[in-house]
């Protein structure tokens, strides 16, 4: 079901833009490749970044934002370390950037690639951040040469995924999980 309606916020008047923060000043505080992703609904200004280090409290934060479970800070470290690609959305600030958007993949590089992880925080969803937030995961794993990109989507935002093109695994048929006791 779309939450297109009266309250979305691509509903409201447009944001006047904020001026684009300068160039050297994104990668040295967002890290190499780090650029600035605009919102026509926000007078913030916002940044991708694959190599600024996550606060692993505030990146908690963010997730249990969007209503999932607590899981243990050394198991979420290591995970994240362990993945093949990690990506932030900041809210710049020039002391305290904060973190309203995540996504992670993990895979061999090669041949497939699973995406994990990808929350907008509440305050900003709406905005089409999360199309931006999947576009550039997407785009990122597909230089690295991977041709297989799966998901594992809630029943909820199974439409989110289908507008950006992603196909339904076909009759549910082909899927099996393992959960240690
Ligand atoms: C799902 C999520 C990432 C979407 O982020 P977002 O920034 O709000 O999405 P966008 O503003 O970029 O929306 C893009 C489009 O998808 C639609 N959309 C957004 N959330 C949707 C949902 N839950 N179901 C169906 N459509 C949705 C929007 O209406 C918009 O449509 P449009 O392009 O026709 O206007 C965000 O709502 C979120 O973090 N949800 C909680 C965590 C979660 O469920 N993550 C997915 C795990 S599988």
């Known amino acids: 079901m779309k939450i297109k309606g009266p309250l ?5 008047e447009r944001a006047s833009k904020p001026a684009p923060l300068n160039f050297e000043l994104i990668e040295s505080m967002y890290g190499e490749g780090s650029f ?9 200004n916002f940044v991708f970044s694959q190599s600024r280090p996550f606060d692993l409290i505030e990146l908690e934060q963010l997730l249990q934002a969007v209503g999932w479970s607590r899981r243990p800070f ?6 994240i370390d362990n993945s093949l690609l990690k990506v932030g959305l900041w809210r710049h600030d020039p002391k ?10 993990t895979g061999d590089g090669i041949l497939e690639a699973t995406v994990w992880d990808v929350a907008i925080s509440p305050t900003y969803q709406g905005y089409g951040f999360g199309r931006k937030l ?4 997407v785009k990122s794993i597909k230089d690295m040469g991977v041709k297989k990109i ?11 995924y289908k507008s950006q093109g992603w196909d ?10 393992w959960y240690a006791s």
Request: net charge positive.
């Open 96 to 105: 305290f950037p904060r973190l309203i958007g995540f996504a992670r993949c």
């Open 134 to 137: 999947m576009s550039y995961v």
């Open 150 to 160: 799966v998901l594992f989507a809630d029943p909820g935002v199974i439409d989110f």
């Open 36 to 44: 600035e992703c605009f919102s026509d609904h926000s007078e913030e």
């Open 8 to 12: 979305h916020k691509s509903n409201f």
């Open 74 to 79: 050394r198991r979420v470290r290591k995970a």
């Open 168 to 177: 339904l695994e076909p009759k549910g048929k082909r899927c099996a999980f």
